[in-house]
């Protein structure tokens, strides 16, 4: 069965950085791909970026553009999204997600059970 399972997620103070890693087990990525989501205390899930597993493209929304990178490496079937100069405003609970279809718009088949990110001094 399809597993996904975040780690990296901790306290870090503004202006610093955070790697998250999500693996993946029981599918291939090269056949999906992973978004990273992200939903904060009252607020709805947001869409973070994502990368297609077959070609490597990225997309990121624009609250993140310039800061968080995304990388992928298949033959350890994990994604990476690396974060860098992180805001209060980048506090949430980030979620990885599988799906055979790239984007931030619709819903994904496959959940992880999320990392929480927290960004203070």
């Known amino acids: 069965q399809v597993q996904l399972v975040e780690s990296g997620g901790g306290l870090v103070q503004p202006g610093g950085s955070l790697r998250l890693s999500c693996a993946g087990s029981?599918?291939?990525?090269?056949?999906?791909?992973i978004g990273w989501f992200r939903q904060a205390p009252g607020k709805e899930r947001e869409g973070v970026s994502c990368?297609?597993?077959?070609?490597?493209?990225?997309y990121y929304a624009d609250s993140v553009k310039g800061r968080f990178t995304i990388s992928i490496d298949n033959a350890r079937n994990t994604v990476y999204l690396q974060m860098n100069s992180l805001k209060p405003e980048d506090t949430a609970v980030y979620y990885c997600?599988?799906?055979?279809?790239?984007?931030?718009?619709?819903?994904?088949?496959?959940w992880g059970q999320g990392t929480q990110v927290t960004v203070s001094s």
């Open positions: 997600a599988a799906d055979p279809v790239s984007g931030l718009v619709h819903e994904y088949d496959y």
């Open positions: 029981g599918f291939t990525l090269d056949d999906y791909a």
């Open positions: 990368i297609s597993g077959s070609d490597g493209s990225t």
